[in-house]
């Protein structure tokens, strides 16, 4: 039973015949999962046509997940699903209410014909690699969230260059693939720059910066805005055994931190917004309401994923910066 036929002057490329003979003798059940499809050298040789014609079109079902290949032995049938079009490989770092804002607004701008795999490397470089190793050529698009890990540009080259896409942060290795990102130097740059008649109520300006999940450019963009303004400023790792000073503003990056200043503050007595100031990173629903509002210096996480949903769709290389903005409450 012929499985594959190619029709000359048809006006459709024949690796898209090939592709469309496949799906048409599954939907026919022509062909049962696990079944050895015809070998790459018989569909040539049976339509005069190039190896890599043929091997373009295997790749494609391959990556869509309705094939897989068996080194020295050929391609099989693996599933049946032939509606979907595409198979997303979606790399993030870690699941938070941040990048679950990201993920539903991604899915939501994706049509029915997508099927998205979600996998987290917890910042840990051989969970990075063992993923990004284990979905090379299984996915038509990939795309990453590659944090700071240091290995992330080395491990990237192996995929297709041209189906991969970075979400969230990028670095200057990676400035070749399209991205949706943050520019973090310029995001806390310019939002304290944007607030300069606020911040002269404050003697002393403290980052807490742990710097094991935080983007490096946070650190960049605080010591530059206050070096070029002359202000007092101090980066600490952690709010520990610490008293806070009247005067203080502390731009917090991890939520744990914002807890502990504001514990202390009430073991102190001081009253956030007058004696002291607070800038958290990224907002939440919950910042609206704890102390009265907390002020936010946060990216639209919504944005991010439906810009990187019409990307992938359409197929476009761009590089995205994603809008950021001060959220003003009453703890600043």
Do not use: W
């Not at 048409?24 to 190896?51: D, F």
């Not at 599933?79 to 870690?94: G, R, T, V």
């Not at 987290?120 to 990453?144: C, D, M």
Request: proline content about 3%; overall charge positive.
């Amino acid at each position: 039973m012929k499985l594959i036929t190619i029709q000359n002057n048809l006006g459709v490329a024949k690796y898209t015949q090939i592709i469309h003979a496949i799906e048409k003798a599954i939907q026919h059940n022509k062909i049962q999962l696990g079944e050895k499809l015809p070998s790459i050298n018989k569909v040539r040789m049976e339509h005069q046509i190039s190896r890599d014609t043929v091997l373009q079109a295997y790749e494609e079902l391959k990556k869509r997940g309705l094939i897989y290949a068996i080194p020295g032995k050929g391609y099989y049938l693996k599933s049946i699903e032939i509606a979907i079009e595409k198979k997303i490989f979606l790399l993030f770092d870690e699941l938070n209410i941040f990048k679950e804002d990201i993920y539903n607004a991604f899915l939501s701008n994706l049509d029915k014909q997508t099927q998205v795999d979600l996998y987290f490397h917890h910042f840990n470089i051989a969970v990075f690699k063992k993923l990004i190793t284990e979905a090379n050529g299984k996915y038509t698009k990939y795309i990453i969230m590659p944090t700071a890990l240091t290995e992330a540009a080395t491990l990237l080259k192996t995929l297709p260059v041209n189906d991969v896409y970075i979400l969230d942060q990028t670095n200057p290795n990676l400035k070749h693939y399209p991205a949706v990102y943050q520019n973090f130097i310029k995001d806390i740059y310019e939002a304290l720059k944007k607030e300069k008649n606020r911040l002269e109520n404050y003697s002393q300006f403290i980052l807490i910066f742990p710097g094991f999940r935080e983007p490096l450019g946070m650190k960049e963009g605080f010591i530059k805005y206050c070096r070029k303004n002359t202000l007092k400023h101090e980066i600490i790792t952690e709010f520990k055994d610490r008293k806070i000073s009247k005067g203080d503003l502390y731009i917090i990056p991890n939520d744990r931190d914002l807890v502990h200043v504001i514990e202390a503050s009430k073991e102190q007595k001081l009253k956030l917004g007058t004696d002291f100031g607070i800038i958290s990173y990224n907002d939440t629903p919950l910042k609206k309401v704890v102390e009265n509002g907390i002020t936010t210096i946060s990216t639209n996480f919504h944005a991010m994923g439906k810009e990187m949903a019409k990307m992938v769709q359409k197929n476009e290389k761009k590089q995205i910066e994603n809008e950021c903005n001060v959220i003003l409450r009453n703890s600043f």
